[in-house]
């Protein structure tokens, strides 16, 4: 199977290229960037608008991702908003001065000053499009809490921030295959495909096998 990637971001392409690839599927991503206006109200919304849109411009199987961050004491943001935090009004805005990912971190990690409630969590819905009538949806989450700052340098996003239940390390800390067996996005992933293998039968199936 082939299946087109709904991102440029290259932290994402080579974080589920790495997934796929022992499911056999071969990841293609995309030549050029498509825009999305991610007007969606959650994550399962933003998802279907960017694999849609994707589909539009390239007319093959697309995968699509929506995720974020939730934290439920900052009235559960950065959330839908995650990669852009840094320029929302709501907590005040931050400057970028090295990158995005960063000035997001050190929004976050402001705002969180002072707070004893750190619990947070990693959520990813995913998009399987084969066409615009036939799509299929999963979900991800991966629960834990906020340092108080910064570790490690695999991953992106928020990774260095975020520790997850369970481990003294935090995202980016982690090993690639540790963080893909308990990754938001790797339960997403594997959701997925174990839906498509439950439906074995189904025209959406068939067509998903034959991409």
């Not at 559960?76 to 929302?88: A, C, E, N, V, W």
Request: hydrophobic letters at 35%.
């Amino acid at each position: 199977m082939e299946l087109l990637l709904a991102t440029q971001n290259k932290g994402k392409i080579e974080e589920i290229s790495r997934m796929l690839r022992p499911l056999g599927v071969d990841v293609i991503p995309p030549k050029e960037e498509v825009p999305v206006e991610e007007e969606g109200r959650s994550f399962m919304e933003n998802a279907y608008l960017k694999a849609l849109a994707y589909f539009k411009r390239y007319g093959i199987p697309t995968l699509a991702d929506d995720s974020g961050l939730v934290v439920p004491s900052l009235e559960g943001y950065p959330g839908i908003y995650s990669s852009r935090f840094y320029s929302l009004e709501w907590g005040g805005k931050e400057e970028v001065e090295t990158s995005k990912d960063q000035a997001n971190i050190k929004k976050l990690l402001r705002l969180l000053e002072g707070t004893s409630d750190r619990r947070a969590y990693f959520k990813a819905v995913v998009c399987l499009m084969i066409d615009e009538e036939l799509y299929i949806f999963a979900e991800g989450i991966c629960h834990g809490e906020i340092v108080k700052s910064p570790r490690g340098s695999g991953g992106f996003g928020y990774d260095p921030v975020f520790k997850p239940i369970g481990y003294e390390k935090t995202m980016a800390e982690l090993s690639p295959e540790e963080k893909d067996s308990l990754s938001h996005r790797g339960k997403a992933i594997r959701k997925l495909f174990q839906l498509l293998e439950k439906c074995k039968h189904s025209i959406f199936y068939q067509k998903a096998s034959l991409a």
